[in-house]
């Protein structure tokens, strides 16, 4: 299995940019899918972002394309999601997921691990 961390949340101002990263320990990063997932309050948590083991390949939620980009480093067991033109809107809980296999999920039943999450919150 494997442990993910998160780290980089906090507090900012509308427009303004955040970057997070997921640390993982465990078994071998480029084994699995990653993905980053928001809970805002009083809402089910949803899908933002997604990467393939290999980081050639990525998809977006709707509400975030072309603003915030997924990448990893296999080398440092690392996913980031650096945010760009945050919107109120985008305050969140912000949770990394893993799963194994091949192919990504945007729902949250399709993975298996799961950090903590990093609260990002973004001031009008």
């Known amino acids: 299995q494997v442990q993910l961390v998160e780290s980089g949340g906090g507090v900012v101002q509308a427009g303004g940019s955040l970057r997070l990263s997921c640390a993982a320990s465990?078994?071998?990063?480029?084994?699995?899918?990653m993905a980053w997932f928001r809970q805002a309050p009083g809402k089910e948590r949803e899908f933002a972002a997604t990467?393939?083991?290999?980081?050639?390949?990525?998809y977006y939620a709707d509400s975030v394309k072309g603003r915030f980009t997924i990448s990893r480093d296999n080398v440092k067991n690392t996913v980031y999601l650096q945010m760009n033109s945050l919107k109120p809107e985008d305050t969140a809980v912000y949770s990394c997921?893993?799963?194994?296999?091949?192919?990504?999920?945007?729902?949250?039943?399709?993975?298996?691990?799961w950090g903590q999450g990093a609260q990002v919150t973004v001031s009008s």
């Open positions: 997921a893993a799963r194994e296999g091949t192919y990504y999920s945007t729902a949250t039943r399709g993975y298996d691990y």
């Open positions: 990467i393939n083991r290999s980081g050639a390949r990525t």
């Open positions: 465990g078994r071998t990063f480029s084994a699995y899918v």
